[in-house]
Every structure is written in C-alpha cells, then in structure tokens.
C-alpha cells in the first residue's frame, strides 16, 4: 500500500483539490508518507515568518519534528482530525487517511491561530526579536472557534474522498490481476466473459465497463492478445511448426481466423513472423502459407 500511497499523495488532482482548500484559507496544506516523510507541500506555501523566526533563532527544527511525530501516533490512535497548538503557539490540523481501517499516510494544514488566544510568552528573548514575533503572529490567518469546526468538518469530507478515490484505485489494480490471471490460465481453452465473471465474483457488465473506461478495451481483445503471445511463444520456442499447429496450440479453432487476427494485430502475416524466428540460411518459407497450410 505504501506505493500506492505515495502515488495517490503527489497526484496532481489530489493536490489541486487541496491547494484550492488551502488558498481559501490561507493555510498551508503539507503531505506526509505512513512513516512521516515529508511528501509534497501545496503551491506557495512554504513556512510562516512566524516559525521561520522561532526556527532559525529561537528553537531549531527539533521541537516541530518531535511534536509531529507524538501527534501523528495521537491521530492513529483516535483515528480521527486533531486540532493542537504548537509549542509556538500556533494551530495545525493533522488528519490520517484510512483506507480499509489502515493509515495510509497523513495530511496536515495549518500555521494559523484562533481569535481571543494570545502569543506565547518567550523569556529571555530579545526585545527586538520579541517585537517582530508579536507583529507577525497577529498577521497569521485566524478562525473563530465555530469556523474552525466548520473548517475541520469540510477538511474531513476531503480526506473522505481521497481515502474513496484510493480505494478504488487499490480495487482497481487488484481486480485487472484477476483478470489477467484469469485469461493467462485458460487462454488456450473455450473461455468466455460470464465464465470469468461468475469465477471472480463479478458481474459481466462491471467488468466489461471496467476494461472500457480504465484500458480502452475488452475482455476479446485481451483474451486475443494473450492468445497471440502464446503462438509468438510457440514459434520462438520451435519455428518448425506450421500456422495450423500454432492456432490450436494457442487456442484459435480456425486456423484462417487466427491468420487474420494475427495479421491485423500484429502488423505482419503469421507465416512472415514464423520465417524470423528460424535461422537465416533457412528463411525460405512462402508467407502466403498462412491460409494453405495444414
């Protein structure tokens, strides 16, 4: 799953979607793996002054690490958005992305405050330096109490979705190696779509709309191409054998419909492949052998 979510963490419609939430808040929105390694940050939005200043003179990067490590294991363990405030005093939200009752990774928007709460104090810090901190944390981007539930509800809807979205995509990948599995093992048999269907539990309409929508083709057209791999297969393996040998071995039962399906998928005549796969010095088939052999 960790693939898969980080795939699911850097695309761009996922991205777009919250860098439009962020922009309307004047938050910033940041992208965190299972194991809290930084992913992908929204356009434009790179630190606070207000945290660069603590950052770079007051407190170093150890203690903001550290909180989001304890508060990425508090958002497992209640399975839910937690709202803090920050040993700067500043407000983030953290919100893990459960896909099947599993933490996939994390979201985290925030470096805004909450009207009525005050700076914090800091001792034994210059005046100067104590003056620039108060200015830029009364420019911060700041919530009523009630606007930051209705924030954090509109925040969960979107985690919701990205969660959905991945969900198919794991569905997805997991029910196109079914198939694929399917038709490699009875290729060569008389299979048909509501066979398949009925193994995997599928219906015949779901798949078909599947293959459709997701690889722009259909249960025949995969069922040929695994069809004409198996006689490229046989010809590689023994360039002797002739084209009505290679169709019933790779599950054609007309040898005549086998050269026109080769012929038009593969861009050649099955008899002109079968001459490449002998040895030079004995490249002296008819390729209009295809339709006369037997």
């Known amino acids: 799953m960790s693939t898969l979510a980080l795939e699911l963490f850097l695309s761009d419609e996922v991205q777009t979607l919250l860098d439009d939430f962020a922009s309307l808040l004047d938050v910033r929105v940041t992208f965190f793996s299972l ?21 770079k003179k007051l407190c170093g990067m150890e203690h903001c ?19 803090y405030r ?28 909450v009207e ?8 034994d810090v210059p005046a100067d330096i104590r003056a620039e901190l108060e200015r830029r ?5 700041s919530f009523t109490a009630e606007k930051l539930r209705g ?10 979705y990205i969660a959905v979205r991945e969900l198919a995509v794991l569905q997805g990948d997991q029910l196109r190696a079914e198939i ?18 009925r193994k995997l539990g599928r219906s015949v309409s779901t798949i078909s709309q599947f293959l459709r929508r997701n690889y722009q083709t259909s249960f025949k057209g995969l069922l040929l191409d695994a069809r004409l791999k198996i006689a490229e297969k046989v010809w590689r393996n023994d360039p002797g054998a002739t084209v009505a040998e290679v169709a019933f071995a790779s ?6 419909y086998f050269s026109r399906v080769f012929s038009r998928r593969r861009g050649m005549p099955p008899g002109k492949f079968r001459s490449q796969m002998r040895p030079a010095g004995e490249r002296n088939i008819v390729e209009n052998d295809d339709v006369s052999e037997s």
């Open 180 to 197: 694929d599995k399917y038709i490699e093992k009875h290729a060569t048999e008389d299979v048909r779509l509501p066979d398949m269907a």
């Open 35 to 55: 194991s809290g390694e930084f992913l992908r940050r929204g356009k434009a939005m790179r630190n606070c002054e207000y945290c660069r200043i603590i950052q």
């Open 86 to 113: 920050c040993h700067a005093g500043l407000h983030e939200c953290l919100a893990p992305v459960m896909v099947r009752g599993v933490v996939a990774g994390f979201v985290m928007f925030g470096q805004f405050r």
């Open 65 to 83: 690490v550290s909180m989001d490590h304890h508060k990425r294991h508090e958002a497992v363990k209640k399975g839910q958005i937690i709202d």
């Open 116 to 123: 009525d709460e005050e700076p914090p104090v800091w001792d």
């Open 151 to 160: 924030v954090l509800g509109v925040l969960k809807t979107l985690i919701d």
């Open 251 to 256: 599950g054609f039962r007309d040898q005549f």
């Open 137 to 141: 944390y009364w420019e911060l981007p």
